[in-house]
Every structure is written in structure tokens, then in C-alpha cells.
């Protein structure tokens, strides 16, 4: 591929080519249908676990990756809850009418709500026979007052049990629409969010019959902000940031390479340039705070996986059950000031003391009566080695790491794959793996075909033929077919990139391939008028 004079016909047989060969699916090994437990991340950059290149204890997660396969190429939709809505549903956000956030903009892609068109794999999964249970965030819906409507929480969305919060943030000593089942309860004791989701989803499992296989779905809100986390997890972090957030991009960065996740041909990207280098940084104590208690609250939802995980080896269904982690997007570079408003910021803590809102240096991050983030210089370090952050469709909003285990299934593990995947595949393995079929029809309404693909024969170990994957928020445009994407960050040009060669998205080559551009945007546009995507300024 060189020169301008690639043909539109050329440009599309060099990018099937890119593809690859791939051999017939094989089929499952001749073992029940699994248990399935679905762990989710809130904010987590890709680089922020161990077993992707971070210095953050997550020895379970390691463990998980070490038995099992980890995704170097795995994207979700760069925001909470578009991404939570396609991975529920397996359809693209704006198909399940959460293009963007909680509003209702009257556009079928952006009610804020769950579209009675689409299915939750909970639905789909219970009326196959599996138990159903839910532990940690929601946020699918515009409607989280106790009075409702309820039609689109998790118990009318097929969950037998749940135990969370409706809204996409709260404080983690005392969250607000804190749920069991329908009804709201109130935090009490010594409450800690990520604490109580382990404690809760553990429960389930073990209250659950053993003889029909469950789904489990863990949706922690950690690590996203406020920082919070307990004083003895912070205090084991203490001055592990005191060399800075440069020192820390080049060290995971090593690291990533080390491992196999990124390809050393790839630049690590510039730092953020609203960030100056660490030494000239002000409140340098307080910045590393910030860091400490965000990576203590990436360990605590570590310790609560282990808890969860020890609770299925307990049950004996630790070779039979297939768990899936990820992340729902990118870091977070939010800045929250004190002008921040919301359902999710109490104005006071449990004991009556003033929240105090807002990043501020001169507050210590962490305590109950704080609201606080970890900031661009930070998220910067925990997208390792990409650009941009959560919002956007540059890599660094939407990579995620994908840890997958299942020991009946995958037997040499440790693996890497680069094969690329999409959070919409995650209904479709579901469905896979557990010998059902997505419905055309459900109780009597017309359902909306799932857009994604199983992930089985990766975990086989063989090649899987995946098509274009696509994104859209706040305008911020994106399509990927096979190592080539085009991406546009809103409002600007559109940009192209060759993934193979350059994954840290560093040189752009649009006006090198006009043809090639064309043809993509093509793709883009056809995607987006059948999946209710409108240009972004009709909805703001």
C-alpha cells in the first residue's frame, strides 16, 4: 500500500487481506453447560493491572490471566453506560437507546433507557435455564428514584438477585439508590462499596442450586471516582508515586512490552500536553495521594474478585465456570471542582460531617467526607501507551483489557491473543457457550438481532473472522476493520491509522490513502443511519 493511486476496489481487497485465513469453527469440549460470571471495572485504564503491566497488586486477576488468555485488543464504547447497555444486550448503544447518557434527547438512539426492542443476556440466559444474579452498578436507565417506573431495573431485566446501585456514581461509604431487588436500603456498619458488591456476589453463588448453572454479573463502580478506599489499603501504596507520572508511563510501558501486550515498534504517545513533567509539578505530595488511593481502590476490587473466585473453588464449580473481566472504558482525566453538583454527591457523610467537593490540595484524597479525582496527568499514566482518555474513541478510550478463564475449556493458558473483539461479542458468547439461541421474538415483541460475535473459537485457540466495529459519542467517530481505523476525535478531521504498524495512533494516514478514507467513511455512515446515530450537536 503506497502512493495515492491505491483504487477504491484495491483499497478493499488489501484491507480483507489483512484479515487473514481462518479455519472452520471447532467445537466445545464435551462439558456441561458453564457457569458464567461476568466482571466489569468502572474507569480502569488499560494498563492499571497487573497482568497488562501495572505495579498495582492484582494477584487474582493475575492468577485468572495466568490460566486463562488475555485480549490485547478488546474495546468497550468509551463511557459507562453505552458500554454497559452493548455489553448487556449485544447490541451497539445507540440500537438499546443509550447513545449517550441518562437524558431523555426524544431520538430513538438517546432515551437514556433500555429499548423494549433489546434483550439483557440475564433474559436471555433465564429462559434457557440459568440462575441470574446481579451485584454492583446499573446504570441503564433514566429512571432511579424509588417511586420508578422500574420497568428497566435489573429485577424486570431478568435478574432473580440483585444487589446494587441504579445510578452511574455515589460515594463508597454511603451510595446513594443503593438497591436490594426493587427497594432501596441504606448503607450501615462499617460500609464500604467495593467491599459489600464482593460480599453480595459471593452470597449469590453460594445460595445458588447446584443443578442448573448460574450468571453472575459484577459490575464494580471501582476505580471510578470519588477516591475512596480504606485507610490500610491506601497506606500500602505510600510513596509508591513519589517518582512521578513520567516514571510511571515509561516503567509500565517496559513492562507492557515485557509481557507481550504492546509491540515495542509502537511509541509510547506524548504526555498529555496540559501536563508539565513531573519535577516542576505543583502539590506533588498531594498529586501522589491521589494516585495512592486510586490504585488502593483498584486492589480492593482485586481482593473482593479473590473473594468471589475462592467462593466458586468452595462450590466446586471452579473448572466449569467461564469469567470474564473487563473494563466499561478508558482512565478518567475528569478534574471534578466544587461547582459539581448531583444525585450521586451527598452533602454530607453518615456521621453528619461536610462532604467537601472538589480537587483540592490543600484535602487529603480518600476519606469519607471527600470527592475527589485523580486527574489528566494520572489517567494519562493508566492509559499506557495510548491517547485520550474515557469520552473518546482514540485508543485510550476504548481498550480494555479482556482477562477470560474457563479451565474446562482453555487448557494452555498464560496466552495472549491479538485477535480483535468488541464488548457487543459478549451476548453472543453467552449465547454460545450456553447452547441457547437469541431470540427473533420475546414474550410476543419483535427483538433487534445482536450485532456481535462468539469469542469460543479464540478461546479454542483458533482465528475468528470479526467484521467492522464501530463507535460514536459526543461525536467522537470511529470504524475498525481488520488493522486499519478511522477515527475522528469531534470536531475534527477524520484520521487514519494502520493498528498493525502503529497502535499509539502517531501517524496519520488519511491523506495518504483518499481512497481508503472514503471507503471507510462509507462504512461509518451505513453503520450509523441503521444503528440511530445523529450528528452529535442535534442532541446537545
Not at 493458558?413 to 491479538?418: L, Y
Request: aromatic share 10%; charged share 20%.
Amino acid at each position: 500500500m503506497t502512493g495515492r493511486s491505491v483504487s477504491r476496489g484495491t483499497w478493499y481487497v488489501l484491507l480483507i487481506g489483512t484479515v487473514g485465513l481462518f479455519g472452520s469453527p471447532g467445537d466445545l469440549p464435551a462439558v456441561p453447560r458453564p457457569n458464567i460470571v461476568l466482571i466489569m471495572a468502572d474507569d480502569l485504564g488499560f494498563s492499571d493491572i497487573g497482568c497488562y503491566g501495572s505495579e498495582i497488586l492484582t494477584p487474582n486477576l493475575d492468577r485468572l490471566a495466568k490460566g486463562g488468555l488475555r485480549f490485547t485488543q478488546f474495546y468497550n464504547t468509551a463511557r459507562c453506560c453505552p458500554t454497559r447497555a452493548s455489553l448487556l444486550t449485544g447490541l451497539y448503544p445507540h440500537q438499546a437507546g443509550v447513545g449517550h447518557m441518562m437524558t431523555d434527547h426524544r431520538l430513538p438512539g438517546y432515551r437514556g433507557n433500555l429499548s423494549k426492542r433489546c434483550l439483557t443476556i440475564a433474559q436471555v440466559l433465564g429462559a434457557a435455564g440459568y440462575q441470574t444474579m446481579m451485584a454492583g452498578k446499573w446504570h441503564v436507565t433514566r429512571h432511579t428514584g424509588p417511586e420508578g417506573p422500574k420497568h428497566n431495573w435489573p429485577h424486570n431485566r431478568g435478574f432473580e438477585k440483585f444487589y446494587g446501585t441504579i445510578h452511574g456514581a455515589a460515594s463508597y461509604f454511603d451510595p446513594v439508590t443503593l438497591t436490594r431487588g426493587s427497594h432501596f436500603v441504606r448503607a450501615t456498619g462499617d460500609y464500604y462499596y467495593t467491599d459489600e458488591i464482593s460480599k453480595q456476589a459471593a452470597r449469590f453463588i453460594e445460595e445458588a442450586r447446584r443443578d442448573k448453572p448460574f450468571f453472575l454479573y459484577v459490575a464494580y463502580t471501582a476505580p471510578h471516582w470519588p477516591l475512596h478506599a480504606r485507610p490500610e489499603v491506601i497506606a500500602s501504596y505510600r510513596g509508591k508515586y513519589a517518582a512521578g507520572w513520567d516514571a510511571l508511563r515509561e516503567a509500565r510501558h517496559k513492562r507492557m512490552i515485557a509481557m507481550g501486550i504492546v509491540k515495542r515498534r509502537w511509541p509510547l504517545t506524548p504526555r498529555d500536553p496540559r501536563v508539565g513533567p513531573w519535577e516542576s509539578a505543583p502539590y506533588r505530595a498531594w498529586q501522589q495521594q491521589r494516585m495512592e488511593v486510586y490504585a488502593a481502590q483498584i486492589d480492593s476490587m482485586d481482593q473482593g474478585i479473590g473473594r468471589i473466585l475462592e467462593k466458586i473453588r468452595q462450590v466446586g464449580a471452579e473448572r466449569n465456570t467461564l469469567v470474564m473481566f473487563l473494563a466499561d472504558n478508558g482512565a478518567c482525566a475528569e478534574e471534578i471542582t466544587p461547582s459539581w453538583k448531583g444525585l450521586h454527591i451527598p452533602e454530607k457523610t453518615r456521621e453528619g460531617r461536610a462532604v467537601q467537593v472538589g480537587n483540592n490540595p490543600n484535602s487529603t484524597p480518600g476519606t469519607e467526607d471527600t470527592y475527589q479525582s485523580y486527574g489528566i496527568a494520572w489517567a494519562n499514566a493508566s492509559n499506557t501507551p495510548f491517547r485520550l482518555y474515557k469520552h473518546w474513541v482514540h485508543e485510550g478510550g476504548i481498550a480494555t483489557p479482556l482477562v477470560v478463564s474457563w479451565p474446562a475449556v482453555i487448557r494452555d493458558g498464560g496466552k495472549i491473543t491479538r485477535q480483535v473483539g468488541h464488548v457487543v461479542d459478549i451476548m453472543a458468547t453467552c449465547c454460545d457457550v450456553a447452547g441457547t439461541n437469541y431470540p427473533k421474538v420475546f414474550k410476543g415483541l419483535p427483538i433487534d438481532p445482536t450485532e456481535g460475535m462468539s469469542l469460543v473459537p479464540i478461546f479454542l485457540g483458533q482465528e475468528r473472522k470479526r467484521g467492522p466495529v464501530y463507535w460514536e459519542h459526543e461525536g467522537n467517530r470511529a470504524v475498525r476493520e481488520g488493522k486499519w481505523k478511522l477515527v475522528s476525535k469531534y470536531p475534527g478531521d477524520w484520521e487514519l491509522y494502520d493498528l498493525e504498524a502503529d497502535r499509539t495512533e502517531m501517524n496519520n494516514l488519511a491523506a495518504q490513502y483518499p481512497n481508503g478514507v472514503r471507503y471507510m467513511i462509507d462504512l461509518y455512515e451505513s453503520w450509523a443511519k441503521r444503528a440511530h446515530v445523529e450528528p452529535w450537536g442535534r442532541k446537545k
